[in-house]
């Protein structure tokens, strides 16, 4: 197993079994991997798909950082697409069934992480991701997070760049600060904004 430097990318779509349990899987297995192939039809900066986890695209780049305003950018890209591709269904949904409800749950949160060790095994086609970060990422997912759509940044990432290109990329919101206690993992610190301003909210 092959262990590398890599940001971590989890764009997860909120609302999910709420949206399952008031629809037939007739719509839910239209409009669930529309909104997942929109995020990843988003991606413009060179974030590899390494699983769809039903909910969510785990998303991981090696390497060099993407600068942070292209990071930010390209988050902000994933919630307008993902909100654009929605109403565009919602839409198409209202018109050919007018007497069905589309209940209007579902929204987006993006989990960003960094790990200077993740394991990376060749699984078919597939890169699979392995190790603590990877964890610490998935369990950032089950946050103190009074909100439900927001971007969530480990300050393991944040770290990574110079506290005045932080501040310039979040002059719209208000970045707030948080941790959580994770068995085995410790004290994980974090940041989040809240993403809906961006939809009009």
Not at 56 to 77: H, I, M, S, T
Not at 117 to 135: A, F
Not at 139 to 148: G, H
Request: proline share 3%; net charge negative; aromatic share 10%.
């Amino acid at each position: 197993m092959k262990a590398s430097p890599a940001l971590i990318c989890i764009p997860d779509i909120s609302g999910f079994t709420e949206f399952m349990r008031s629809v037939d899987i007739e719509v839910s297995s239209v409009v669930i991997p529309a909104l997942l192939n929109e995020i990843i039809y988003s991606n413009e900066i060179d974030l590899k798909v390494s699983e769809i986890e039903g909910d969510a695209v785990l998303f991981y780049r090696k390497g060099e950082l993407p600068a942070f305003n292209e990071l930010v950018d390209q988050c902000k890209l994933f919630y307008t697409q993902f909100y654009e591709k929605m109403d565009g269904l919602l839409a198409k949904f209202k018109e050919k069934h007018k007497e069905i409800e589309f209940p209007e749950v579902l929204g987006l949160k993006i989990i960003l992480h960094y790990g200077d060790e993740i394991g990376m095994v060749q699984i078919g086609n597939h890169i699979k991701l392995m190790g603590e970060d990877v964890i610490t990422a998935h369990r950032l997912l089950k946050n103190n997070v009074p909100i439900s759509e927001y971007l969530l940044i480990s300050d393991a990432l944040l770290e990574r760049y110079k506290k005045n290109k932080i501040e310039a990329n979040f002059n719209w919101c208000q970045l707030v600060s948080e941790e959580l206690d994770i068995e085995h993992l410790g004290t994980i610190k974090y940041h989040y904004i809240n993403l809906q301003p961006l939809n009009g909210d």
